[in-house]
């Protein structure tokens, strides 16, 4: 496979449930990245991992867990979401650098009733 | 101040015609731009990006900077039907890669 690979593609969810969203790069990036996208609305950086190493954490709610276990993979743990967090969920990897473009996954359509 | 502005739209053009996307941004600091294309339900795909002044061509679109006045713009010459699709602009703030903040997006579609 290449690319940036995102797994489910869609998942609905109850409120109480704990569930994981997983994403996969083939690019030999070095970055990675989890955004929201909520319709009328610019996308939202939440997580961002260089070198395996979170940078940065946009006030996300700690019901949104991120975990980066090597380079390549980044898994986003969902645990007692609110009908607001209903989004597509997207990926996003790069090399680490300023005039580096980052390329995203497919996403996660994400329904919590 | 939104720190990356497009217009929403919808930009509607004929076939064949040139479909002109404008972006300003905030940050007079900013050192890379990007333009993603997404189809509805799909997520974004890469254009264009551009880190100078001037114009750069790449098949049927051409990226436009001018950093003087916080601008940046996509053309796409020839527009097809395919073209239609939501348009961000995302800009770098510099320092690390993950100083990009994105616009809502335009809405552009090319009519038969």
């Known amino acids: 496979e290449t690319g940036v690979t995102q797994t489910p593609r869609h998942l609905v969810m109850g409120m109480t449930n704990k569930k994981s969203l997983k994403c996969e790069q083939h690019?030999?990036?070095?970055?990675m990245y989890w955004y929201k996208q909520s319709a009328k609305k610019p996308l939202e950086l939440m997580f961002v991992?260089?070198?395996?190493?979170?940078?940065e954490n946009n006030s996300v709610p700690s019901r949104f867990s991120p975990e980066c276990p090597n380079s390549s993979h980044l898994f986003l743990h969902l645990h007692t979401l609110q009908p607001e967090d209903s989004a597509l969920y997207l990926c996003?990897?790069?090399?680490?650098?300023?005039?580096?473009?980052?390329?995203f996954g497919d996403g996660t359509r994400l329904s919590i009733l | 101040q939104k720190e990356v502005e497009q217009n929403s739209g919808p930009l509607s053009v004929p076939e064949g015609a040139i479909a002109s996307l404008n972006c300003t941004y905030s940050?007079?600091?900013?050192?890379?731009f990007f333009w993603y294309r997404q189809y509805s339900g799909k997520s974004p795909e890469l254009i264009m990006f551009?880190?100078?002044?001037g114009d750069k061509e790449d098949g049927r679109f051409t990226a436009q900077l001018n950093k003087a006045s916080q601008y940046v713009s996509l053309l796409i010459r020839d527009s097809q039907p395919s073209d239609s699709a939501t348009y961000l602009c995302?800009?770098?703030?510099?320092?690390?890669?993950?100083?990009?903040?994105f616009g809502k997006g335009t809405l552009l579609t090319v009519n038969p």
């Open positions: 996003a990897s790069s090399q680490e650098s300023v005039d580096q473009p980052q390329h």
């Open positions: 690019l030999g990036h070095n970055a």
């Open positions: 991992y260089s070198l395996e190493e979170r940078v």
């Open positions: 940050d007079r600091g900013s050192q890379s």
């Open positions: 551009i880190y100078s002044n």
């Open positions: 995302a800009v770098n703030r510099g320092g690390s890669n993950y100083k990009l903040t």
